[in-house]
């Protein structure tokens, strides 16, 4: 099988290259991994890794019997527009917001289609992909299909019509756990701690966390619990947070975050 990358920018090329260097190359399920990318520099940088950069976005296409749709959601239909695509292909799609419907009125009306949503940790190997089977794909396609994304990490599956819904859940949220970091940071920096000490603490803090979370057994409100003990410090800034409507403050986050998904499909909600 031939896999193509139409784009090759952070997320398309940490795919590669976590493919490239697993056991579905190693062990010829995928026999080709080819890219198109209008910036020629992103494609040289991907030779070391094995993979072909191919002349044009129609060359690629040509070749590839699963494509990955891996440019930015506000130009693919412009860029689906000027290409001739396969049915037999199989299209993965990492777009933002972009439905199955979309992608199909830009290239054939009955394409085979699996939507997935990366992010960014998948460039570190420690991604966390949610992907969701259309109408058209087979079991051992799909089985494949994420396959690929567990080589950068984990792999779920989940409804097609809540592809959008995810994207606050472990897409995104990387950004909205950095900036949640920016602020215990800053606070260790306002009362002398040293940065590198302070950054190595907290993130191991939060990669303990969770591990907790999803070892442990115990449940978020339990977890919280077993770190907060009466008249102590941890529920003195506990406090604080439920005084700032931690909770409520994210459920408005992810909210926005989803209405924006709805908005590059053109789908008002």
């Known amino acids: ?78 860029v689906l527009d000027a290409l001739k695509l396969r049915r037999e292909q199989v299209i993965i799609s990492i777009c933002a917001g972009i439905s199955a419907e979309f992608i199909r009125q830009h290239t054939i009306a009955d394409a085979r289609i699996i939507l997935c949503m990366p992010n960014t940790p998948l460039m570190l190997g420690l991604g966390a992909t949610a992907l969701a089977k259309c109408d058209g794909i087979t079991d051992s396609e799909f089985a494949l ?34 900036l949640f970091a920016k602020g215990f940071l800053d606070y260790a920096k306002t009362v002398g701690l040293d940065d590198g000490a302070a950054l190595r603490l907290f993130a191991q803090a939060m990669t303990g966390s969770a591990k907790m979370m999803t070892d442990s057994g115990y449940s978020i409100d339990e977890l919280i619990k077993m770190v907060s003990s009466p008249g102590g410090t941890t529920l003195a800034g506990l406090d604080k947070l439920y005084a700032g409507d931690l909770t409520g403050t994210v459920q408005k986050c992810c909210e926005s ?6 908005e590059l499909a053109g789908i008002k909600k």
């Open 1 to 78: 099988m031939t896999l193509g990358f139409l784009g090759a920018g952070n997320m398309g090329s940490a795919m590669m290259r976590g493919i490239a260097a697993s056991g579905l190359c190693k062990n010829g399920e995928i026999k080709n991994i080819l890219a198109f990318d209008t910036d020629a520099d992103k494609l040289n940088r991907l030779a070391d890794a094995g993979v072909t950069g191919c002349e044009s976005a129609q060359a690629l296409c040509d070749a590839a019997d699963y494509l990955v749709l891996a440019v930015k959601p506000q130009v693919l239909g412009g």
């Open 257 to 262: 975050c989803t209405a924006r998904a709805y």
């Open 145 to 178: 299909a994420k396959a690929m994304f567990a080589t950068c990490g984990i792999a779920e599956e989940i409804p097609e019509d809540r592809m959008r819904e995810i994207i606050a859940v472990n897409s995104s949220s990387p950004a909205f756990l950095y």
